[in-house]
């Protein structure tokens, strides 16, 4: 990968591009030739079981894990083998799960943490009152530590944090992970609320009816592989995925 891989954006180009992703962790294979997209402004989601490599592709696309073969493009740049600070400077930001907090640090500053690479001091300002407005909890409770929140609370500062690095693409791990089903159903307003403010999300669900309640397409991933892609709409209607994912 190098500059010469760069081009412009064409209308109708994906944001996000993965072509044959292929990832080992040593000599076991953790992703195989895996291809899937993200348009601007959709809601796309990954669906499998625990140890489907969910995960794996969002640290790949993240740059915290290197792949074996394949290309990633990013708004028209090819990102595979960059390292993470420079796919979050373009624009690409992960909601890791298990929300990964500073537990010991307040509200407020774990929110100054995600804009620690912006200098548009009125951007950041502007960006603060947004994740306050979504998330009036969080100035409420903006001068206590990020550990004395509650789990869902917590996934709401990992958001907000995430939201102060003005993202262009949210890579979304797991963010139902450990919650009630009310608090579930909130993340679920959350995510679509974030995205119609025009942020792209790819959303990694092991919560299969949630994730696709939520987004438009979906891949189903089946041991390191995309066995199933489409509509949300048509997968809901999918026998096999009736049975498997939604206990149908």
Known sequence: MDDSDDRPLAAGDPLL???????????????????????????????????????????TI???????????????????GMPPYDVVRLGIVQVPAGRQIFQTMSVLDNLKVGAHRRKDREGIKRDLDSVYEHFPILKEKRNQAGGELSGGQQQMLAVGRALMADPKLLLMDEPSIGLSPILVAEVGKIIKDINSRGISILLVEQNARMALRLASRAYILEIGRIGLHGKCDDLIDNDEVKRCYLGG
């Open 17 to 59: 591009a993965v072509k044959d992703l292929t990832v080992y962790y040593g000599k076991a294979l953790a992703l195989d030739r895996v291809s899937l997209h993200v348009n601007q402004g959709e809601i796309v989601s990954i669906v499998g079981a625990n140890g489907a490599g969910k995960s794996t592709a969002i640290r």
């Open 62 to 80: 993240s740059g915290s894990k290197q792949p074996s073969a394949g290309e990633i493009w990013f708004d028209g740049r090819r990102i595979d």
